[in-house]
């Protein structure tokens, strides 16, 4: 009744914005991801009687109400396919800032699904694991997986053909990486979730992005599969920039850029200028990660913590799909 997985967090290349069923996580257009080897979340999940109610604990600390409730509705759905009532004792870490624009929501709710299904003896393979994870969060869906991943949006109202499927695995493109430069370990004020719902309801521009997303994606599966990283560098970019014109657009406006992370931005102009490949994308939050061939990842790196904006600078590369563990952390 007790068992502890680990998830590594995904960067999405291709993002996920916009839900079109925001109960079971259905999203108005398909995401891909790279899963990353070097941030991730451990949990352990145990249910017993003597429980009286759910609880967490993340990165040592108890949590606010509204997590609490988050993950006790992602039990309930694992509890109900054990056809049981048992509560359970969750403790989670994570190697990384959270609610930052990290993904942290997808390795955790990914090592959720994982450990809380074996923990009551479920036998999920990793499209059930999939489907279980987007419940809690949408981009946890591609945490199950490693190396490339695509969430396919589906046309089922039930969301049965909405999972993460494994595009290329962790081995396939060894010479790309990810350098994730920290600006503000700070939470941010707007999670994702109501950021999109208010966005797919107010930006103008919600429509266009609906529009372009499947060139993007097309690009993008053909790039992981060429390794043609001009291409998958250029489409991410603009996709992610895409993303945040709907964001800044909606009202009242959502701007995750820091003044930090647009020096950031520009300096990856600036090496590109410099014949150093590499491109920019960011999330819900003010880090940049910069997509660059690993022969470049220190040089960047460098660049970047020449920034006193820059307080953590983490090389990444493709990592691996989310596992069990033999030790348990309580
Ligand atoms: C900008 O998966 O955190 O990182 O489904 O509401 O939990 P919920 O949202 P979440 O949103 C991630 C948005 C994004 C883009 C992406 O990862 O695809």
Known sequence: MKATATANSNIALIK?????????ILPHNSSISMTLDKLHTTTTVDFSEKYKQDSLTIDGSKVPVDELERVSIQLDLVRRAASTHLKAKVVSESNFPKSA??????SAFAALSLSASKALDLHFDNRELSILARQGSGSASRSIHGGFVEW????KDDGSDSYGKQIAPQSHWSSLAMVVNVVTPKEKKIKSRAGMSQTVKNSPLYKAWLETVDADLDNARKAIADK?????????EMNALKMHCTMITTEPHIIYWEPDSVVLMKEVMRLREDGIE????????????VLCLEKDAKKIQKRMLGFKEVKESIICHTGGEAKL???DLF
């Open 101 to 106: 624009g990290l993904a942290s929501s997808a």
């Open 228 to 236: 043609n990283f001009s291409l998958i560098g250029k489409t991410a």
């Open 152 to 155: 396919s949006k589906g046309t």
């Open 278 to 289: 590499c491109y920019f994308t960011m999330d819900g939050g003010p880090q940049v990660k």
């Open 325 to 327: 563990e033999k030790k």
């Open 16 to 24: 996920y914005w916009g839900k079109r069923n925001s109960k079971l």
